[in-house]
Each structure stands twice: as structure tokens, then as C-alpha cells.
T-cell receptor, first 114, second 112 residues
Framework: DGGITQSPKYLFRKEGQNVTLSCEQN?????MYWYRQDPGQGLRLIYY???????QKGDIAEGYSVSREKKESFPLTVTSAQKNPTAFYLC?????????????FGPGTRLTVL | GDSVTQMEGPVTLSEEAFLTINCTYT??????LFWYVQYPGEGLQLLLK?????DKGSNKGFEATYRKETTSFHLEKGSVQVSDSAVYFC???????????FGGGTRLMVKP
């Protein structure tokens, strides 16, 4: 089955620790995205990548970092510099980075910082 | 900048009632418009889309028409079911690249 997988589904970390969220897709999509969702709110874009070895900051990139070494993978690291990291994180991909393309979402990772 | 505004929820309906969730947008150029649905604890699923003015997107009994003159993309369904209970997000493609701008989401609760 083609799709997007995110792991783990739930993640708990202590304050001050970096944590990396996994996102893998086997859809052969060029573009990948990370969003953050807070309770009762819409999604906000953290980072996106339109092609391997290239990525750009989204609207709320501070305190986060990404890499795109492989087409299939786009891991997100939540660093200790992120002031309020507890949230639901969603990864998405699209066939290309051109406007109008449909984004497909993974099941999400819920991060709780204690 | 681009923005999407949705009616605040929750919207509570009885089964078989008619549903409308309002969505209006502000954008430069001619964005594509989307409705996504999120079931509890899950990611988003694409419900429908429209890529140009007067296009109608439809799926699973849901419909939305791209109205450029009113900058709207209201979601409708003629007869809702309990299984339609979820959060619905309206979104648009930004003019540059394929990034999405989302509305705040509208929670729909359908009672039997």
C-alpha cells in the first residue's frame, strides 16, 4: 500500500531534550511538508521541501530543523529552542512542489513535553 | 497575505439534516481550494478540491463550489450521517509553490 507513515504515534520527552519525528512516504512524491496543529486550531507550516537536498522555512520554523537526504524521508527535529513544543505534528507530501497539487497527510505524531 | 476564514464550531446537527460550513478566503492570484476532513486522533484526508472559478468539487455526498466573486468555497451536504462527525478544514494553495494555508477548522457533531 502506498502512503505516508509517521512514527511514533505518541511521543513524550522531557523539557530541554531534542526529539526527532519520522516521516516516510512511498508515493514517489517530490515535495514534503511539516505542519503543526494546536488544539482547536488550524495547521501551520513549519518546513517544506520541494526536492531532495533542498528545504525552506515555513511560517513557524524557529526551534525546528529538518533534513531531506532521501526522497522518501523528511525527518523533523524539535529542538530545545522551541518554546512550546507540545502539539500534534503532521507530515504531508505532494507529487510536485508546483501550486495546485494535492497534499496527502500522514496519521500524525502527538508530542508531549513534560 | 493569504488567509482562510471558516465559521466557528461546533456545528451540531441531527442525522439527515442539511449541512453548510462557510469558508471565505483572501488571496492574490487564483489559488486552488480544498476541503480536508480530520477524524479524531488522525491525520487529514482530502475531501474535495476545486482548481478554478466556478468549479464544483464533490465527494461522498459533499459539495463545494469555487465562487471567485464572493471569494467563498462553502461546504454542503444534503443529508449528514453520524459517521460525518469530524473536524473540517478549508484550505488554499498559496500563489508561490504548493504550500497550504488553512482555516481554523470547524467541528461537526451529528447526533442520531
Amino acid at each position: 500500500d502506498g502512503g505516508i507513515t509517521q512514527s511514533p504515534k505518541y511521543l513524550f520527552r522531557k523539557e530541554g531534550q531534542n526529539v526527532t519525528l519520522s516521516c516516510e512516504q512511498n508515493l514517489n512524491h517530490d515535495a514534503m511538508y511539516w505542519y503543526r496543529q494546536d488544539p482547536g486550531q488550524g495547521l501551520r507550516l513549519i518546513y517544506y521541501s520541494q526536492i531532495v537536498n533542498d528545504f525552506q522555512k515555513g511560517d513557524i520554523a524557529e526551534g525546528y530543523s529538518v533534513s531531506r537526504e532521501k526522497k522518501e524521508s523528511f525527518p523533523l527535529t524539535v529542538t530545545s529552542a522551541q518554546k512550546n513544543p507540545t502539539a500534534f505534528y503532521l507530515c504531508a507530501s505532494s507529487k510536485s512542489g508546483l501550486a495546485g497539487g494535492t497534499q496527502y497527510f500522514g496519521p500524525g505524531t502527538r508530542l508531549t513535553v513534560l | 497575505g493569504d488567509s482562510v476564514t471558516q465559521m466557528e464550531g461546533p456545528v451540531t446537527l441531527s442525522e439527515e439534516a442539511f449541512l453548510t460550513i462557510n469558508c471565505t478566503y483572501t488571496a492574490t492570484g487564483y489559488p486552488s481550494l480544498f476541503w480536508y476532513v480530520q477524524y479524531p486522533g488522525e491525520g487529514l484526508q482530502l475531501l474535495l478540491k476545486a482548481t478554478k472559478a466556478d468549479d464544483k468539487g464533490s465527494n461522498k455526498g459533499f459539495e463545494a463550489t469555487y465562487r471567485k466573486e464572493t471569494t467563498s468555497f462553502h461546504l454542503e451536504k444534503g443529508s449528514v450521517q453520524v459517521s460525518d462527525s469530524a473536524v473540517y478544514f478549508c484550505a488554499l494553495n498559496r500563489n508561490a509553490g504548493n504550500m497550504l494555508t488553512f482555516g481554523g477548522g470547524t467541528r461537526l457533531m451529528v447526533k442520531p
